[in-house]
């Protein structure tokens, strides 16, 4: 294996270790999940908290997730691909919260640019259904993700949590069924 593809399958290894161990996960586990030895961890890295840390910048890097979340078809009806578009960003914002709560935030001053790409893709995706919204595809893409990410948060849900058929009926229907008075 090449020394790029061994960096990334330790990588991709790191997370799902984190989130069962926390940031005291050892480099005997991850070398046993990225099915490599100890020592060929410490040639591609310094230590096991810049494994760690290059694993978590890795999962908060946007592309892979702007790139899943721009792949949902516009073809579909448009329930589906609202229940597509709450899965997906509730996915993604389940494991940005749970990893930043276990080892921190390492995002930048970026996010404004982040939630507008995303905003960008999701009104993509509805446009084609912009004639049966009471919103703008702009605006019920920062609803879909106010809601994903609201619904991520575990001390906002304990015992009364929402799912994703629940969330893409709700951003669908609303609370009333009835058009709302003035857009914005």
Do not use: C
């Not at 997370?15 to 005997?28: C, D």
């Not at 919103?135 to 015992?159: C, D, K, Q, T, Y």
Request: proline share 5%.
């Amino acid at each position: 294996m090449a020394p790029a593809q061994r960096r990334e399958a330790i990588l991709d290894a790191v997370i799902p270790l984190v989130f069962e161990h926390g940031p005291s996960v050892t480099s005997k586990q991850i070398a046993e999940a990225a099915h490599v030895g100890e020592g060929t961890l410490f040639r591609a890295f310094d230590d096991k908290d810049s494994i760690v840390r290059a694993a978590v910048e890795k999962y908060f890097e946007p592309e892979a997730f702007r790139d899943r979340l721009a792949h949902i078809s516009r073809e579909q009806p448009l329930e589906r691909k609202l229940l597509e578009i709450i899965r997906t960003l509730r996915e993604r914002f389940s494991g940005v919260v749970r990893l930043a709560g276990l080892v921190g935030d390492p995002r930048s001053r970026h996010q404004r640019e982040h939630r507008r790409v995303y905003a960008s893709i999701i009104a993509d995706i509805l446009a084609p259904d912009a004639d049966q919204l009471n919103w703008a595809p702009e605006r019920v893409a920062h609803m879909a993700r106010m809601l994903a990410f609201a619904a991520a948060i575990p001390a906002f849900n304990s015992g009364d949590d929402f799912n994703d058929d629940e969330l893409t009926q709700m951003l669908l229907y609303g609370v009333a069924g009835q058009q709302p008075e003035a857009q914005s």
